[in-house]
């Protein structure tokens, strides 16, 4: 990528290294669209980005942490690209006013910018079956709230929340759309796009199990994969030979029709539709996936449900390595700016690991590498691939560092 340098020591810090990683033309453009900075003297756009990214590379918990750890040196501010650190009632300021749709718009941009990369270098499970074929996976995640605090983001009577609304593409393995809702939106209506191209492959949990959008896909030739809701009426049309010396958790692969009432407004009663039955031992119970793709082999249909675990991790990781469920504002506003803040971290993170490191990391383990080198003046390449557990033996006289310090407190 001409973006990294294979040596030890470098003049800037490990988290310009990694800011430069979004182009500033790019950053520009956004700010631009939203006038984003219109009325704004000193606590720019690019502030606020290189601001609130600290605070997710350092775990910073408060505006405070932020403020103080940037703050730290002249040097520092100024390698930063920064005139002055921010205080934090301008940063608590600005989460409020700025509007979040800049960072939403540059994550977009990233994605566009960085998609052949991170298509060339993903580590997907393939189905040799359906090899090279366009898959998305489709699911949300539940972040709790402070009612009391966040009284916008009201789900239930004494409970907030907010919903993040993710499409997976598997190629790449990142997320391509996010929407964040209030947490009681079902999923359903959460992503704007449930249809896309030509012979793109759907796979989703049964909370989106719709007879309309399935006669959407249908008509839009695309294939979904989900899980059929307990009761849904149907009528089995013929049964599948399954084989005989392999496949044993597959127990039954049916051909039906849907016979509802509902089914037959929408015309998906017209279709016929393929029910697999998994068995699956971890949980001791019998899942049932269907799908309108009578062709392939059972054992495709199963594994392609199974994907959904890469969403899964996806939230896991976001969750337990970046900040995403302690929140530095508590308007509407803030809290998006910070989950899309996470959202573009947590790319720069997989692009890094993806083209950097010569060895697979734990995701927590790479991320905490990161955080502890995060002043450092080291390259990406030496952090990545160097920087690890072990003692580290010093190369000079170490008798030099023994000698007696005067006390300071004499």
Not at 70 to 97: C, H, W, Y
Not at 108 to 131: A, C, D, F, M, P
Not at 153 to 171: L, N, P, Q
Not at 201 to 227: G, H, K, S, W
Request: with cysteine; net charge positive; hydrophobic share 40%.
């Amino acid at each position: 990528m001409g973006l990294f340098k294979r040596i030890k020591n470098t003049n800037t810090p490990l988290i310009r290294q990694i800011l430069d990683l979004v182009p500033r033309w790019m950053l520009t453009r956004c700010t631009s669209e939203h006038k984003s900075d219109k009325g704004c003297s000193k606590y720019k756009t690019y502030d606020q980005f290189v601001a609130l990214t600290f605070g997710q590379l350092n775990k910073c918990l408060t505006l405070s942490d932020i403020s103080t750890g940037i703050g730290v040196s002249e040097g520092f501010i100024s390698k930063l690209g920064l005139v002055q650190s921010p205080a934090r009632s301008t940063m608590s300021d600005g989460n409020k006013k700025r509007t979040y749709k800049v960072y939403e718009s540059l994550y977009n941009k990233l994605i566009t910018h960085y998609k052949h990369i991170l298509s060339k270098r993903h580590q997907s499970h393939i189905i040799k079956e359906i090899k090279d074929r366009n898959i998305k996976l489709i699911d949300s995640s539940i972040i709790s709230l402070c009612l009391s605090m966040f009284d916008w983001a009201k789900f239930r009577t004494a409970k907030g929340g907010i919903k993040i609304h993710t499409c997976w593409d598997d190629t790449m393995m990142i997320p391509d759309v996010v929407n964040i809702t209030p947490a009681k939106l079902h999923d359903r209506y959460g992503l704007k796009q449930l249809v896309f191209v030509k012979n793109t492959i759907i796979v989703e949990d049964r909370a989106y199990f719709d007879f309309d959008l399935m006669m959407q896909r249908i008509i839009a030739e695309n294939v979904f994969v989900t899980r059929i809701k307990t009761n849904t009426v149907f009528k089995t049309i013929r049964e599948l030979e399954l084989p005989n010396d392999t496949d044993h958790d597959i127990l039954k692969d049916e051909i039906i029709t849907l016979t509802s009432a509902k089914a037959v407004k929408t015309g998906v009663n017209q279709v016929e539709l393929r029910l697999v039955h998994v068995y699956k031992p971890d949980q001791n119970k019998v899942i049932e996936i269907i799908t309108n793709q009578l062709d392939w082999k059972a054992r495709t249909i199963a594994d392609l449900y199974k994907k959904r675990w890469d969403i899964e991790l996806f939230f896991k990781a976001i969750k337990q390595n970046l900040q995403i469920k302690t929140f530095i504002g508590t308007s509407e506003n803030a809290v998006k700016s910070q989950i899309y803040i996470a959202l573009i971290t947590y790319l720069l993170l997989q692009l890094i690991v993806r083209t950097v490191a010569n060895k697979k990391h734990a995701f927590s383990n790479f991320v905490e590498k990161i955080r502890i080198c995060l002043t450092f003046h080291l390259t990406l390449d030496y952090v990545c691939n160097q920087v690890g557990e072990g003692a580290k033996r010093i190369r000079d006289n170490p008798q030099a560092y023994l000698k007696l310090q005067p006390d300071l407190f004499s």
